[in-house]
């Protein structure tokens, strides 16, 4: 199975500041790798496929970068309604696994 | 907008079988692979499995033993069916989409709380 590690686990900042997260494959995934936001009580959102693509309707504040076993997520200018979970998600082959999380809290 | 809305039992005793349901709402179940995911309390994100909406499954090796999904395309539904479980099975449940063309999961479910406890 693909293990997939975030860094770091937990991450505060301020709004408008520029945040990167990171997640690393335990082997290569190619580009097969996903972002997703959680907010408790609430349906996760899909915001970056494919390492770099970023899905239909999320603002271009987030962007993704990566390739083979190294994989970054960033949000150029934080809002509030940002400060939540965020995981990693290789889709290279099953069993399809997440990245551990990085939760992002007000400063 | 494709919507998933999971439902069954919030308490489960252990040793029973955990059944969940997600009721997909504003598009067909044809054509595209369900699966089901969890996220057991302070923990991250886990793939239980899927199916494709013919009926063909693939589970995740760590629960393959216990699992079983299955779809009902006549009420654009399917479902999960965790057998034995344990407090360890405790968590939020999300059924989810994966996108037509894409290996990613689209659409969501809000989750459902299922507790094994006697």
């Known amino acids: 199975d693909i293990q997939m590690t975030q860094s770091p686990s937990s991450l505060s900042a301020f709004v408008g500041d520029r945040v990167t997260i990171t997640c690393r494959a335990s082997q290569s995934v190619n580009s097969y790798l996903n972002w997703y936001q959680l907010k408790p009580g609430k349906a996760p959102k899909l915001l970056i496929y494919g390492a770099s693509s970023l899905y239909s309707g999320v603002p271009s504040r987030f962007s993704g970068s990566g390739s083979g076993t190294d994989f970054t997520l960033t949000i150029s200018s934080l809002q509030p309604e940002d400060f939540a979970t965020y995981y990693c998600q290789q889709s290279y082959t099953t069993p399809y696994s997440f990245g551990q999380g990085t939760k992002l809290e007000i400063k | 907008q494709v919507q998933l809305q999971e439902s069954g039992p919030g308490l489960v005793e252990p040793s029973e079988t955990l059944s969940l349901t997600c009721t997909v709402s504003?598009?067909?179940?044809?054509?595209?692979?369900w699966s089901w995911i969890r996220q057991s309390p302070g923990k991250g994100l886990e793939w239980i499995g899927y199916?494709?909406?013919?009926?063909?499954?693939n589970y995740n090796p760590s629960l393959k033993s216990r699992v079983t999904i299955s779809v009902d395309t006549s009420k654009n539904q399917f479902s999960l069916n965790l057998s034995s479980v344990t407090a360890a099975d405790t968590a939020v449940y999300y059924c989810a989409r994966r996108g037509y063309s894409g290996y990613y999961f689209e659409y969501w479910g809000q989750g459902a709380l299922v507790t094994v406890s006697s």
């Open positions: 199916v494709y909406y013919s009926g063909s499954t």
């Open positions: 504003g598009g067909s179940i044809s054509s595209y692979y």
